[in-house]
């Protein structure tokens, strides 16, 4: 390259978000004066060559995002003026270098997403104008052994998804400015440190897949953290009871994750001051009791997940009435959690889904595999903004509310697994947006509604219902007779003849329809014609 033998005063050169390929370029060495160096997100390979360790006046190396290779040269601590250095998202190997202590005015650094390995540069500390350091997603390992003492300006500290061991390291509480701390996917032990208290300025933290104990001083001490907006605390507390007897504190709280834990005991009192609630995920965990109607007040709740718990009794009308869900605009493009605070939601039979962004949880309601009882309301047909609705896996009875078409934002419904009667309503099949339904195992008969997204359901979302046919499912025939409703509602709380052929029917419309309205008025008791024999119903009062 001979650019900087023509232009010897050259100061920035930035060939950003193209698609150039190929080696890194040589020949920077004669670029005296280049201040900012920008090649990242291209699709550069090979290493960073030598030349490029000379340039003394260099401030900016940016390079993420491509997939160069090979270890870092530690002649990087030659780039004495560097203030941002950013090699993210590439292949580099190897151990890192420990040459931090030649690169006093680096505020900026992020090694993340590469294949490093080893312990922490001790020179790392001696980075005393640090603002932001990531080196998330390593293979990095030992423990968190850094003097935190001088880093007094820094606001992000980024060393998830590694390997490291051994206790949360007290001095981060010296860090008064840190103001996002993610620390998840390592293998830290112990109790979050008291210390943490001091940290005011806190707004994002998250521990998540850790070996954390001691959940009730944990949240004792983060209470303090005035200005928490998210805390997510993932797979930790293994076995622990759910605290109950938190006061106060979490008032700026938005965001809130103790899934996967194994808690038990029950909803916390204490999420009732949580005012700004956004999404809350105690999912995967042993709570019991009821579902507190209170949840239902949660202006700015968007997001609820508490599937996979003993949870029992009704669910809650107040959720219909979640104000977020009802009427306002649900977007997340304007919130301030940052990329790297993700969690994996793990679902039984379905894949993994990881969530890296708060704007990536679409506005859900997930009661899943509880014990919960009871109706679905016809009034969660209010939540037009909801985007998915998972009530499986429980003892909900009922039919299933012509309504629920009201939510036009719908694109997962899930009613399986439950004890839900009467058909489905024709009214779902306006639901434009329905991508994933599934009402198998339950007691529906019927024709299956056809057109919209019902022509794009497989078999298994109607399945474990013996009386559903139609052509996703097992062919209606011919002389198949409709439903009779005699009491005029659209349930299931009057005589149904049907898939009996006509003579059959006939003879039970003369001969047994007069015994079945005596007994309708005068013994409850209904009487419902299904196939393989006549069984009593019960209505719901």
């Avoid at 919130?335 to 949880?361: E, H, I, M």
């Avoid at 009491?487 to 029917?505: K, N, S």
Wanted: net charge negative; glycine share 8%; proline share 6%.
């Amino acid at each position: 390259m001979t650019l900087c033998n023509a232009s010897p005063l050259l100061q920035s050169f930035i060939l950003s978000m193209n698609q150039f390929s190929g080696e890194f370029p040589q020949g920077f060495g004669n670029c005296s004066s280049l201040r900012r160096l920008c090649f990242n997100s291209n699709k550069l390979s090979g290493d960073l060559p030598d030349d490029l360790f000379m340039l003394s006046s260099l401030k900016q190396l940016l390079v993420q995002d491509n997939i160069m290779i090979g270890s870092l040269n530690e002649n990087i601590g030659n780039l004495s003026n560097l203030v941002q250095l950013d090699i993210s998202f590439n292949g580099f190997s190897g151990t890192i270098p420990d040459v931090f202590g030649k690169l006093q005015r680096l505020r900026y650094l992020s090694f993340a997403s590469n294949h490093f390995s080893g312990p922490l540069p001790r020179s790392l500390s001696s980075l005393s104008s640090i603002q932001f350091l990531s080196l998330n997603n390593n293979s990095l390992s030992g423990s968190i052994d850094l003097d935190f003492s001088s880093m007094v300006h820094l606001s992000v500290l980024d060393l998830g998804s590694n390997h490291f061991t051994g206790p949360i390291p007290d001095g981060i509480s010296n860090c008064v400015g840190l103001k996002t701390l993610n620390l998840a996917r390592n293998a830290l032990d112990g109790e979050i440190p008291k210390s943490f208290k001091s940290l005011q300025s806190l707004l994002h933290l998250t521990f998540s897949n850790n070996s954390i104990s001691n959940l009730s001083s944990a949240l004792g001490v983060l209470q303090q953290c005035k200005n928490l907006s998210s805390l997510i605390l993932t797979m930790n507390f293994r076995g622990e009871a759910m605290p109950l007897d938190i006061v106060g504190g979490f008032t700026n709280l938005e965001t809130l994750v103790i899934a996967n834990c194994g808690l038990s005991g029950l909803i916390p009192q204490w999420l009732r001051g949580c005012v700004k609630l956004r999404l809350v995920d105690l999912s995967w965990n042993h709570l019991e009791e009821t579902i507190p109607h209170w949840l239902g007040d949660l202006n700015d709740l968007f997001y609820l997940d508490l599937s996979n718990n003993s949870l029992v009794g009704e669910v809650p009308k107040s959720l219909t009435r979640l104000n977020c869900l009802v009427s306002c605009n649900t977007s997340l493009k304007q919130s301030t959690l940052p990329d790297f605070l993700f969690f994996v939601k793990r679902v039984a039979g379905a894949k993994s889904l990881q969530y890296n962004r708060l704007q990536s949880f679409p506005p859900s309601i997930d009661l899943s595999d509880n014990r919960l009882d009871g109706p679905i309301w016809q009034e969660f047909g209010d939540l037009k903004s909801l985007i998915v609705f998972d009530v499986s896996g429980n003892h909900l009875s009922g039919t299933i509310p012509r309504e629920l078409s009201g939510m036009r934002s719908l694109e997962k419904l899930d009613l399986s697994h439950n004890n839900l009667k009467g058909s489905i309503p024709p009214s779902l099949a306006t639901l434009t947006f329905l991508s994933s339904f599934s009402v198998a195992y339950n007691n529906l008969y019927g024709i299956i509604p056809s057109g919209g997204q019902f022509s794009t359901f497989p078999s298994s979302s109607f399945e474990g219902n013996e009386a559903l046919c139609g052509e996703q499912f097992s062919p209606c025939r011919d002389q198949q007779a409709p439903s009779l409703v005699l009491d005029g509602g659209e349930d299931d709380g009057g005589l149904h003849i049907y898939d009996m052929g006509p003579p059959f029917a006939t003879g039970m419309l003369v001969g047994f329809l007069p015994t079945a309205i005596f007994y309708m008025y005068y013994f409850r008791p209904l009487v419902r014609l299904r196939r393989g024999g006549i069984h009593p119903v019960y209505p719901m009062v």
